[in-house]
């Protein structure tokens, strides 16, 4: 089939919107279906509906965006063309808003808001109608298909006609106010619950503009409007009780200012959570976190299994034949492992995040941070690297990395992070994922959002590596598989066409600043120990390093016979991997070997052999207790009690290996008690460890 010839700007947007309509019918049929009350095809319609007006929602952006001057030719009515065209956008969104409730509802009702038919019919008739109805669906998406595969440039008068014959329901139409709103900038009405407003014109970023009865103008957010009619005032009289009741639940769970905010979509909300709808959707209609927010695509990555782990990247990689390591060789003429030069090895910092949009009040925040991994822009190509957020109150939409503390920062503070890839992918790049790990006050349920991601492709065009410096990284929305959704769509709703409005606008949107670094001798010398494909952090890469040359020994120098594959007897090998998934523990190591360090000679710190050495014994008075303590709980991200508990301990057990010189005395104190532990847990068994090549 031959490929549409490209048309102007506004004659795509117009042919983009009959292929909504057509969607739209479509998604309206099946929910008139006997099918449709099945839960699990409530649900499938729900999600539908939310991707659809997504779309709904790109189409009219991007219509807003376009000018006279975009057109290749001039086209004639220009303006009064684009208008119509956003009230035809505008009535597909209220379809859509409208059958979202519909399918909230416990009983399911007839679509009247869209046919505008009576709901006590006989279900006889109700069946004879929905035939009725489509068949007239039907015979419409027939002739508007058949209208599409013309390919014409420019749409028929009929087409137009029809458009201009349409009614816009919502066109000056009165709408009630479910919650109460208080101005938040100039330009805003305030209005309390159940106050009737007269709708003047539907902006495609939720603010109406609307007015009262006093005759004030202002713009008003939609998710606290529903339309008016006098049928819905009885209803709501005979249903006050139970309302009330419903409101003093959500007041006591959330507190007022929650129920505020809520009780527009909250009847909506409760059936989307007992037929356990996406919890990100049920936060997105209670407008307690932007459209925007999604949940965390790399955070699922890593509840998954070990494969997007820094501990798994850490192990070496076997060859095709599973006979030798692909990654692991030694040189005999340095006495250590060979040093492996990859096409990608640099240094990241991560500055700050600016302008990053709060959430509500009725999820609490529990931890900010930022994932980072390398992407091809179809999958992830390396581990999954997390760096924790710092903020001040007094500017809580800006993020902040490697903040000073006293004595060593924690691994999980630091900004500086390593990047090394063999990857020959020409779209190779970093992928960034901010996030917020979250509680609901309610329900008390856990989660991880999304609040938005960018990718930094390493290479150009042409293949040249690009320049180390710093970047300024514009947020996106939704997932890294969404294309142009917007973090928070309200940044933008006040955008003026001057290009000074549009400069402060273009401040206004979520960003993250990082620099790119070339490495200097030291650090070049230490990652080309590392694997060639790692993420992680820079003040730990010395400890990783430590852990491969120790491998190399084991694997490669000390064994007698390469082809056996018996148990290795080596605690630190078996359980180091483990410390990168317990960064507190880590830190222990890295203070302790800190001290260790600056006590010894020059001659030692020049000696790879001592140095080994003396590590090994740092670690057996530090890390390893304290892996196999029964005092230290287990650990849990985002838990700041378990965090502080784990860091007490942490430091005790230090200040008293330190005060004795050395961890034998409180291992064999009668007070101490650790776990149980097998022959498993003190070998290292490389054939279950290793990475199986992929290729």
Not at 53 to 69: C, F, G, M, P, R
Not at 188 to 193: G, I, P, V, Y
Not at 245 to 272: C, I, L, N, P
Request: net charge negative; aromatic share 6%; glycine share 4%.
């Amino acid at each position: 089939m031959l490929a549409r010839r490209p048309r102007d700007p506004l004659q795509a947007v117009r042919r983009r919107g009959q292929e909504l309509k057509l969607q739209v019918d479509s998604l309206l049929s099946e929910s008139q279906s006997k099918g449709s009350l099945e839960p699990s095809s409530r649900r499938d319609l729900y999600q539908r509906c939310v991707q659809l007006k997504q779309a709904v929602d790109e189409n009219k952006t991007t219509l807003q965006k376009l000018s006279k001057a975009d057109e290749a030719a001039p086209v004639a009515n220009y303006n009064q063309r684009k208008e119509e065209e956003q009230k035809f956008l505008d009535k597909l969104t209220h379809q859509l808003q409208e059958l979202a409730v519909s399918i909230g509802k416990e009983s399911r009702t007839e679509t009247g808001a869209f046919t505008e038919k009576e709901e006590d019919e006989d279900s006889s008739e109700e069946e004879e109608e929905d035939d009725g109805e489509e068949g007239e669906e039907e015979e419409e998406e027939e002739e508007e298909e058949s209208e599409e595969s013309s390919g014409e440039e420019e749409e028929s008068e009929e087409e137009e006609k029809q458009r201009n014959e349409s009614p816009d329901p919502a066109a000056r139409k009165e709408y009630i106010a479910l919650g109460d709103f208080t101005a938040q900038q100039a330009g805003d009405l305030t209005f309390q619950k159940g106050e009737i407003l007269l709708i003047i014109e539907k902006k495609p970023d939720g603010w109406w503009v609307a007015k009262n009865a006093k005759g004030n103008e202002g713009l008003v957010p939609r998710t606290y409007l529903e339309p008016y009619t006098k049928d819905k005032e009885d209803q709501e009289s005979s249903e006050e009780d139970s309302e009330e009741a419903e409101e003093a639940t959500d007041e006591t769970a959330d507190g007022a200012q929650v129920k505020q905010r809520t009780e527009s979509h909250w009847s909506a909300v409760r059936k989307a959570i007992s037929e356990q709808i996406n919890t990100v959707d049920v936060l997105t209609t209670m407008g307690a976190i932007p459209s925007g927010f999604r949940p965390s695509t790399l955070a699922q990555l890593l509840e998954e299994g070990n494969q997007f782990r820094a501990s798994y990247f850490l192990q070496p990689e076997l060859t095709a034949s599973q006979l030798a390591f692909r990654d692991l060789m030694w040189d005999a003429k340095a006495g250590t492992i060979r040093s492996r030069p990859s096409r990608v090895s640099l240094v990241l910092t991560l500055w700050s995040c600016k302008m990053i949009p709060l959430p509500g009040t009725s999820i609490q925040v529990l931890s900010r941070h930022v994932r980072l991994c390398l992407f091809d822009g179809n999958k992830v190509l390396s581990n999954i690297h997390t760096v924790r957020a710092t903020w001040q109150p007094k500017k809580p939409k800006t993020w902040a990395f490697s903040p000073q503390v006293t004595g060593i920062l924690p691994c999980l503070l630091d900004g500086d992070c390593f990047i090394r890839s063999n990857s020959s992918s020409p779209d190779l790049g970093i992928l960034f994922e901010l996030g917020i790990s979250y509680i609901r006050n309610s329900t008390g349920e856990r989660g991880e959002l999304s609040c938005g991601w960018v990718f930094l492709k390493l290479f150009d065009t042409s293949g040249a590596p690009i320049p180390a410096r710093t970047y300024e990284l514009c947020l996106n929305g939704g997932t890294p598989y969404e294309k142009g959704v917007e973090v928070d769509p309200s940044v933008s709703r006040r955008a003026h066409s001057s290009v000074f409005h549009q400069m402060l606008t273009m401040r206004r949107q979520p960003q993250l600043l990082v620099k790119l670094r070339s490495l200097n001798q030291r650090s070049r010398n230490i990652l080309s120990m590392l694997p060639e494909t790692l993420v992680g952090s820079m003040c730990s890469s010395h400890l990783l390093m430590f852990y491969r040359q120790i491998l190399g020994d084991v694997l490669l120098k000390e064994r007698m016979n390469l082809q056996s594959a018996d148990l290795i007897s080596h605690p630190m090998l078996a359980t180091f991997p483990k410390l990168l998934e317990q960064p507190d523990v880590m830190d222990a190591l890295r203070s302790s070997w800190a001290e260790k360090e600056s006590t010894l000679k020059r001659s030692e710190k020049r000696d790879r052999e001592v140095l080994k050495a003396k590590f090994l014994l740092v670690y057996h008075d530090c890390a390893f207790p304290l892996l196999h303590s029964t005092f230290l709980p287990p650990f849990r991200w985002a838990e700041e009690e378990t965090e502080a508990a784990r860091w007490k301990i942490i430091a005790d057990f230090l200040k008293q290996t330190r005060e004795n010189e050395g961890a034998l005395q409180a291992l064999l104190s009668p007070d101490r008690v650790h776990e149980p532990f097998d022959l498993s847990e003190q070998a290292y068994d490389f054939l279950a460890e290793v990475r199986k090549n992929s290729t």
